[in-house]
């Protein structure tokens, strides 16, 4: 059996908000949140796209990573997602950031 991943997500939704959640399964989860059964805030505002993802090995990973991000200003959310790049995923750069604050 392969290594589950847990993946934090943020949505841009179609009024230009953004959300952001924890899942096991990213595709399954922008299907449901597309369908209108995601949650409560992303069902009054689709279609909402995936504009970064992080995977982490252990659901406390991801879900810390959630919590700090959800503290950040839009204008420092973007920043962290802009400045993603292969050699610097959204991993990466999180982990980076909530050290040094």
Known sequence: ????????????????????????????????????????????RRPVRLIAQATFSTKHDAMRAEFHFKRLSRAQKLALITAVTPARPLETLLTNHFASH
Do not use: P
């Open 1 to 44: 059996m392969s290594a589950q991943h847990h993946y934090m997500y943020v949505l841009e939704c179609a009024d230009g908000t953004l959300y952001t959640g924890y899942t096991i399964d990213l595709e399954q989860r922008l299907r449901s949140h597309n369908s209108g059964k995601g949650a409560k805030y992303t069902a009054r």
